[in-house]
C-alpha cells in the first residue's frame, strides 16, 4: 500500500517551485495568489534563502509546492491509501485527503504561519537536533536542565529536535552529549515551534481553524500529536490546534503506517527530509520522493510494477499508467453529462459535465469507469470528477 507524505517547513529552498511553473497544475499558485493578494510566483521563484526562512513564507511556499506535486500525480489517476504529513505538512495531508478545501487550506497556512513568525518574534526560542540518541535519553536530558526546553520532533532513531529558550536548549544540549549523543546541532529557525513557546499563535490560528469547515478524509489522515491515523472531520480542529504545542510523533507515525501494512512511502513536495527518515525507521519500505514533473515517471513504473530498461526511451507518464483523473477546472456545483455514461468509450474533449458555466471535458480518451462527483456537489479546483481507463495507443 502506498502511503503520501508531505513535508514542513524547512524543506524550502530558492527556485522550488522553477521545475513546476509550465505545468498544468500551477494554477493552484494562481488562485493561491488571488486569495492571499501575495505575489507567490517571486516568492516560489525568486525569493533568496533569508526571504524564504521567514516562517510566514516558509510555511505558504512549502504547501504550495506540495499541493502542486500533489494536484499533478493525481491527474495520472495514482492515489494513496493514506495521508500524513510533518507538521505543516499535515495541513497538506488534510487537503490532499479532500478533508479541506483548498482555498480553506490557503487561508489556514496563510494564519499559522503570520500567528508563528509574530509568536516567535516576540518570545525568543531555538531548536537542536540531538543526533545518535535514544528518544528516552533525549527526553532525560531535557528534564535534567532547569529551563524552557522541551522535546518538539521524534523524527527517526537517533534523530529528535528539541526546543525552548536559547540557554535551556544549549544546556540540554551539553546534557544530551554527556550521556551519550553524538552530536548537538542547532537549527536555523527563529522560535521553538510545538512548544508551550507557541501558546499565542496557538490562540490566534485556533480562531481561524473555528471558522472553517472540515470533512471527513477519502483516507486516512495520520495525525502529529498522537500517530493515529484519523477519519473524522471531528478529530481535526482539536487536533491542529494542539499540534503547534505539543511534539510532532513522526517516528511513531511511520511505525503505526508499517504496522497497518503500508510499504511504499512517497514524500510529496519540496526536499527529501521524510524519505530520509523513512529509509531509517521502516527498514524494509520503498520510498520515492516526488520533486519534479520527471519523477511521477518513477512513481508510475512503480505502481506499474514495471521495469524499464536502460536502452528504453521514456516518452512520458502513459507508458506506465493505464488510469487517469478528470478534474474539475475550477470551483461550484457540478453537473454531470445526461445520460448513463459509465462503461461508454469517449474521445479526448468529450463533455463530461459542468461546473456552473464552465464546460468539463476530458483530456484523454478512453472507457469512463464512472463518476467521483455526484450531481450538484459542491467541488473544487482540481478535485476529481470521473474516472476513466485510458485507451490503448
Not at 511521477?296 to 507508458?319: C, M, N, P, R
Amino acid at each position: 500500500m502506498i502511503v503520501f507524505t508531505y513535508p514542513g517547513q524547512g524543506s524550502q529552498k530558492t527556485g522550488m517551485g522553477a521545475e513546476w511553473l509550465d505545468h498544468p497544475s500551477w494554477e493552484l499558485v494562481t488562485e493561491a495568489a488571488d486569495l492571499t493578494g501575495r505575489d507567490l510566483n517571486a516568492l516560489l521563484l525568486e525569493a533568496g534563502d533569508e526571504e524564504l526562512t521567514q516562517t510566514r513564507n516558509a510555511q505558504l511556499a512549502t504547501f504550495l509546492v506540495s499541493m502542486v506535486v500533489f494536484d499533478a500525480v493525481q491527474r495520472t489517476g495514482v492515489d494513496a491509501a493514506a495521508h500524513a504529513g510533518h507538521s505543516l505538512g499535515e495541513y497538506s495531508a488534510l487537503t490532499a485527503s479532500g478533508s479541506l478545501d483548498f482555498e480553506d487550506a490557503v487561508l489556514l497556512v496563510s494564519e499559522r504561519g503570520e500567528a508563528m513568525q509574530v509568536c516567535a518574534e516576540t518570545h525568543e526560542g531555538t531548536m537542536a537536533a540531538i543526533l545518535g540518541l535514544d528518544d528516552d535519553l533525549v527526553e532525560s536530558a531535557c528534564h535534567r536542565v532547569d529551563d524552557d526546553v522541551w522535546v518538539a520532533n521524534f523524527n527517526a532513531p537517533g534523530q529528535v529536535v528539541i526546543a525552548g529558550s536559547p540557554s535551556g536548549v544549549e544546556a540540554a544540549s551539553v546534557v544530551a552529549k554527556d550521556i551519550g549523543a553524538k552530536r548537538a546541532m542547532r537549527l536555523p529557525v527563529s522560535g521553538a515551534f510545538h512548544t508551550p513557546f507557541m501558546e499565542p499563535a496557538r490562540d490566534r490560528l485556533r480562531k481561524a481553524i473555528d471558522r472553517t469547515d472540515f470533512r471527513a478524509p477519502d483516507r486516512p489522515v495520520y495525525a502529529n500529536v498522537d500517530a493515529l491515523g484519523h477519519e473524522d472531520e471531528n478529530d481535526w480542529p482539536a487536533l491542529l490546534s494542539s499540534q503547534l504545542t505539543s511534539p510532532v510523533r513522526w517516528r511513531q507515525t511511520l511505525h503505526q503506517l508499517e504496522g497497518a501494512g503500508f510499504t511504499t512511502f512517497v514524500e510529496v513536495g519540496p526536499g527529501a527530509v521524510l524519505t530520509g527518515m523513512a529509509k531509517r525507521t521502516v527498514k524494509d519500505a520503498t520510498v520515492l520522493t516526488i520533486n519534479a514533473p520527471t519523477d511521477i515517471d518513477k512513481l508510475l513504473e512503480h505502481v506499474s510494477g514495471q521495469q524499464t530498461s536502460a536502452t528504453e526511451a521514456l516518452e512520458g507518464e502513459h507508458l506506465f499508467a493505464t488510469e487517469r483523473l478528470v478534474v474539475s477546472p475550477c470551483a461550484g456545483v457540478f453537473t454531470p453529462s445526461n445520460g448513463d455514461l459509465t462503461g461508454q468509450s469517449i474521445n479526448a474533449g468529450f463533455l463530461i459535465g459542468h461546473v456552473n458555466d464552465t464546460e468539463v471535458r476530458s483530456p484523454f480518451a478512453g472507457e469512463l469507469q464512472g463518476f467521483l462527483a455526484v450531481d450538484g456537489e459542491r467541488v473544487t479546483s482540481s478535485q476529481p470528477i470521473a474516472w476513466l481507463r485510458k485507451a490503448n495507443e
